[in-house]
């Protein structure tokens, strides 16, 4: 193992290693006084970030929203007191809507409330709560997936908007992997639609350092890292050694200077590096490497061992005159280009200029068609291709695709110019993730990091496959949406294995989700009227595979209820509804035939149909009592999925009519008789609750 002295005269010289071991320094100091968090790998990998940061990155600390900005993404999400330590270090300034702005995005006190209650240090880095921070990174794998939205919306954007003379987009993708991302299988999936793309403003650096938390890599990793990227597609590189600035900086020129592919640089490194005790182990991994093992540390990189945040004056400085100077120009260049672009191209930079508000185009909605009564109907997969062909065209900046089900999701885009998204082409709308849900999801998070309003689609049940994804479209309150067709065991003959039953309610629980599920032509309709304007959360649209009919809506109440999550589609005659029937999606028909049958009978029930719980959760108690009267307590629930949370409106006394083991593999008529989602078995159960069984 290399001690810090002996490599000592590696460095170009003292600044750049007193910059070094300042994070280095820094991180260790956080972790310790937090007594929690994982300082090897800031050790280790501090020359190399430095690197990045110092040398390359485009990167105006003065405005980290800025949208040529080169991107630095922290894969190793454990390792975030490197992240902090840089942002501190460059003076990077707190732009984000949650913070206090005008102010440095983190200063020393920040540093020293790492890990700690509502600090801005918390324990992985989370986008929107620490400017500098270009994405929530932690569950491991997903750094490298969102690089590669990240390095495909840039491509996106160039094509669009640079014209001759006016480079707007050119920023780079830089990515720090670590052996946990490179075990994940998101990152191969991303790799290898990286490579397919042939995404040359993309590299990755691996910090191979041999260790995870359970010891050496040995125990459960050994294949050739190399080989696989080289195989995907991409340029290999390696350093031998991190602390190598000179290696280093020859990799990245050269990963900047290749353009028709993605660059993965492999590093070999020290975890813990300059600890004594437990440099190269996995001790330094995931704990505080204690009191003594700090000082010893320190010793070792010549830095006065009581010391504690310890920063140089000089080192702000240095980072002013590198990264800021460098940054400051760049960006100043930039802002006049974008001054005669307005001249040159007045209708494109507003688009700019409305895709970075997360607005939408006046006349967006125009061409939403609205779907005439018709007892046979169209499934909302149908309904919804056509209100997104009928969005997207005016949308420029909507991308999306599917994992290889776009002719089963209806997904695509059709109209005059959409095309495909493909290395060379990438003005193209529509993206082909191939059979690769997990990247799908962590892709569509990077586009939507870049401001673009991406989607991707799949099977319902498929969603499972992209869960940490999802989840972090959630946490990072960006609005991503995915369209999830074949939304029950309405698939039929596909069986248990393609029938969701668990799907709605798990996306039912993500905090900040919204999942509508729409119950006929015209809900889809209001469903994506409403998706479109969101900004700040993402949505799950679910639809079925199966045909529903369009409910005639001179009869019915209109559509347009759908935006407070349920409303009161058909109502009780002559008084108080002695049942209130709720459906969602392909039940709603169920429930209205009921209805219908149950009004014959002399017996008042009211239908609300229910697309959304989380937007009915956000009425007002006085809306929600007026849609479901807290005395009438006859209520039954129709939805062919987990029954799960559906207590929450049927009461104590309401009958839940819904999926409460895994389907079957048959015909779907079988299948809606066994499992009770006929009339017959409708009414009776919703007799029963009027006390008329
Ligand atoms: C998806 C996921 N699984 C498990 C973890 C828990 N975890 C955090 S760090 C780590 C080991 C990572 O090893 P490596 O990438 O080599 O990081 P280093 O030890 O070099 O810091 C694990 C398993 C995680 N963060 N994400």
Redesign the pocket.
Known sequence: MASASTTASQYSGDIDLLCINTIRTLSMDAVQKANSG?P??PMAMAPVAYTVWQDFLNYDPADANWPNRDRFVLS????SMLLYSLIHLAGVRAVNEYEDRDAPALTIEDLQHFRQLDSKTPGHPEYRLTSGVETTT????QGCGNSVGLAMAQRFLARRYNKPGFELFDYHVFVLA????MM?GVSSEAASVAGHLKLGNLTWIY?S?H???EGSTELAFDEDVDARFAAYGWDVQHVDDANDLGAMKTALAHAKSVSDRPCFIKVHSV?GYGAPKKAGTNKA??EALGEEEVRGTKRAYGWPEESSFLVPDHVYQHFADGIGKRGAARRGAWLSLLARYKTAYPELAAELEMMNQHDLPHGWDADIPTFQADAKGLASRDSSQKILNAIASRVPWMLGGAADLAPSTKSNMTFAGADSFEAGHYGGRNLHFGIREHAMGSICNGLALSALRPYGSGFLIFSDYMKPPIRLSAIMELPVLYIFTHDSIGVGEDGPTHQPIEQLVSLRSIPGMIVLRPGDANEVAEAWRYVMTLKERPACLVLSRQPMPTLDRNKYALASGLKHGAYILAEAQGGDPQVILMATGTELNLAVGAYETLKSEGIRARVVSFPSWELFESQPAEYRHNILPPHVTARVSIEQGSTIGWDRYIGSSGAAIGMHSFGASAPLPALLKKFGFTPEAVIDVARKQAGRG
């Open positions: 994982h090897g790998t190793v999400g454990h390792a932690g569950p491991l794998g670590g052996d946990g991302d994940e910090d350092n260790i995870t938390i975890i991994h995931g």
